[in-house]
Structures are given as C-alpha cells and as structure tokens.
Nanobody
Framework: QVQVVESGGGLVQAGGSLTLSCAASGRTFSINNMGWFRQAPGKEREFVAAITRSGSTYYADSVKGRFTISRDNALNTVFLHMNSLKPEDTAVYYC????????????????WGQGTQVTVSS
C-alpha cells in the first residue's frame, strides 16, 4: 500500500506563485510515476504534470512554461511549483501515484491524495 498526502494549497492573486507538496509513504519503492491532476467545479479531472522514477517530466499544454514538477531523490516527495497563476488554474489539485510508467489518464493511477484547494483571484 501507498499513502499520498498533498499540502500547500491556498488563495493567491493572478500572476502569483504557489508550491504544492506531495508526500508518499508506505511501499514507495513500487512507485514508478507520480502525477498531479486538478478538477474545477463542474469539470472533468484533468492531467497537469507527471514525473517518472527516472526523472522524466511531462506537462499539460495549459501549464507548460508556468508549472514545474520536481521530486526529491528518493521519490518520496513531489513538488508542483506554479508560477504566473491564472484564475482558470483554480481547482482542487490531486497528487497520485502509479505503479507503472507515465500516463495522463487519471483512471490509471493507483493511489490518490485527498486533494488541496488552489484558488486564484483576478
């Protein structure tokens, strides 16, 4: 089993920055990919960014150039650095762990955190 806990959400003005953290515990050696997803009210959950055990990173087009995903060497903590935030970035952000490799489909992730709210005011 793997446990995933997000932190770092909050309220920020448009143009501002925020960093989310995701701490994984348990059988972390079995994780090969960590991803961030978000879900705004009335919308589908969408892929934001992912990082593999080897360090490869992937981003949704909507956040490319503004968000950066990083991790510590043990892959136990993953960060999402968000810059130049826009009101449309407002959503609940979820961290998820996948036992297999990179995937943008949220349904293929195995373990999920409880989510953290990010609100960007205009």
């Amino acid at each position: 089993q793997v446990q995933v806990v997000e932190s770092g959400g909050g309220l920020v003005q448009a143009g501002g920055s925020l960093t989310l953290s995701c701490a994984a515990s348990g059988r972390t050696f079995s994780i090969n990919n960590m991803g961030w997803f978000r879900q705004a009210p009335g919308k589908e959950r969408e892929f934001v960014a992912a990082i593999t055990r080897s360090g490869s990173t992937y981003y949704a087009d909507s956040v490319k150039g503004r968000f950066t995903i990083s991790r510590d060497n043990a892959l136990n903590t993953v960060f999402l650095h968000m810059n130049s935030l826009k009101p449309e970035d407002t959503a609940v952000y979820y961290c998820a762990a996948r036992l297999n490799g990179y995937d943008i489909n949220w349904a293929r992730y195995d373990y999920w955190g409880q989510g953290t709210q990010v609100t960007v005011s205009s």
